[in-house]
């Protein structure tokens, strides 16, 4: 499952990498949760909590049913 969730991230990150952002997969649980690392400004933004919860996390979900949840490490 890492790979997919690598594969989706890749299309999230366009987006992410246009405001100054990035993500970096820290690990993808057996029970279906996805550890990330928001960085760059993504890192400090106060909307980032959003970004990951609206934004990361529906997109896996959507591609990957299998995900449960997102959460930043």
Request: charged share 30%; net charge negative; hydrophobic share 45%.
């Amino acid at each position: 499952m890492r790979e997919q969730v690598e594969k989706a991230l890749d299309k999230i990150r366009v987006a992410l990498m246009a405001d100054g952002g990035n993500v970096e997969l820290v690990d993808v649980t057996d029970d279906g949760v996805v550890k990330v690392r928001l960085t760059g400004a993504c890192g400090a933004c106060p909307m980032s909590q959003m970004t990951l919860k609206m934004g990361i996390e529906e997109a896996l979900k959507k591609e990957i049913p299998q995900i449960k949840e997102v959460i930043n490490v």
